[in-house]
């Protein structure tokens, strides 16, 4: 049987969902829980960890607190101004709120703070961020927040020399190559994109149901691993308008 392309995921269990959780679903080849999925990283919080314990980014980001503090006030404001432009008016202030915290705050003892949260992920190995991924809180806040300093993190990339160097250009779907950002770029309708659990490789939706279609797609077209779904995953500003 193929692996399914709209079946229903289940909600995270109550509290953290462990990296031992999701072994068990996996190897039970049962569906994993809603995870932040963004094409064409693996893993949110692996390439967050990546970025974020960066000593040149937090060092940059020091300065802007003690000396040019406007600038990350600038730049706090703009990223709000893009996630309330696609949330319900009902959640404006949370993201507000959540946003400040992020950026502007550099106290470790706040859970959403750049200081804290790169405290968190310092020790994690890429399974332990593969499990992080998925929902683990109620709270839309703990839930977002990985996703505003993705944001956080774009905006830097496509602005500054800051952080070029430290992520690697936009992979491709591992069937017909189409580029994350290519359609976006020409001004095209934007890529649709799935990613293969458990390895986390991604196709676009295009190929995977073709896939589906010859019976192909129980394996990932990559790395050959047996695949249990192919969750849909979004990513605004790397391939979505």
């Known amino acids: 049987m193929a692996p399914p392309l709209e079946a229903r995921v289940p909600r995270a269990p109550a509290g953290n969902f462990s990296r031992k959780q999701r072994e068990l679903r996996i190897k039970r ?25 960066c000593a040149e980014l937090l060092d940059t980001i020091q300065t802007w607190r003690t000396g040019k503090e406007n600038t990350l006030r ?21 993201i507000k709120r959540l946003v400040r915290d992020a950026l ?16 968190r992920l310092r020790h994690l ?24 300093l993705y944001r956080f993190i774009l905006f830097l990339q496509t602005r500054s020399e800051l952080l070029r160097s430290k992520i690697e250009q936009t992979a491709s779907c591992a069937v017909c190559k189409e580029r994350a950002a290519r359609r976006a770029e020409e001004g095209g309708v934007p890529v649709i994109w799935r990613q293969a659990e ?9 190929c995977t149901r073709d896939l589906a279609a010859r019976g192909m797609a129980n394996h990932c077209s990559l790395c050959r691993a047996r695949v ?3 969750p849909l995953g979004v990513a605004p500003g790397a391939n979505q308008s």
């Open 74 to 94: 600038r730049i706090a404001e703009v990223i709000t101004r893009q996630l309330i432009s696609n949330t319900p008016s009902s959640r404006h202030a949370l």
């Open 29 to 53: 080849g049962l569906l994993l829980p809603p995870a932040w999925r963004v094409p064409t990283e693996r893993s949110l919080h692996f390439f967050l960890k990546g970025v974020l314990c």
């Open 104 to 119: 502007l705050s550099d106290s470790e003892g706040n859970y959403y703070s750049i200081a804290a949260t790169e405290k």
């Open 198 to 206: 458990p390895c986390r490789h991604w196709t676009c939706d295009t």
């Open 228 to 230: 249990i779904s192919y």
């Open 125 to 148: 190995d890429y399974e332990d961020c593969c499990a992080r991924d998925h929902y683990t809180s109620r709270s839309y806040g703990k839930r977002f927040h990985p996703y505003v």
